[in-house]
Nanobody, 123 residues
Framework: QLQFVESGGGLVQPGGSLRLSCAAS????????ILWFRQAPGKEREAVSC????????NYADSVKGRFTISRDNAKNTVYLEMNNLKPEDTAIYYC????????????????WGQGTQVTVSS
């Protein structure tokens, strides 16, 4: 059964950094574009970033451009989300999944979701 596993979240002060990791069991990530989403309390899940198969194509939500960097290490079957200059509004549960990565970041219906990893930005 396909399952994504997110890790690397935590509590960080504003301006701090975290690196999230996305791994998968039962799946070679290098066969898919990988997406990062987040969901803050009381809000809908929103797209954050995505990376194409080779890693050359990426996309970011306007709110994180210039602060977040997505990358993939296919040898380790892992996708990373490097988050710098974190802000309180980045506080959310972060999820990864497979989907479409182009001008839009789209998780098709039925996309598998992991448990997510909590990111809290607070002083």
């Amino acid at each position: 059964q396909l399952q994504f596993v997110e890790s690397g979240g935590g509590l960080v002060q504003p301006g701090g950094s975290l690196r999230l990791s996305c791994a998968a069991s039962g799946l070679r990530l290098d066969s898919y574009a990988i997406l990062w989403f987040r969901q803050a309390p009381g809000k809908e899940r929103e797209a954050v970033s995505c990376i194409g198969l080779s890693g050359r194509s990426t996309n970011y939500a306007d709110s994180v451009k210039g602060r977040f960097t997505i990358s993939r290490d296919n040898a380790k079957n892992t996708v990373y989300l490097e988050m710098n200059n974190l802000k309180p509004e980045d506080t959310a549960i972060y999820y990864c999944t497979a989907g479409l990565c182009s001008r839009k970041i789209v998780a098709p219906p039925g996309s598998p979701w992991g448990q997510g990893t909590q990111v809290t930005v607070s002083s």
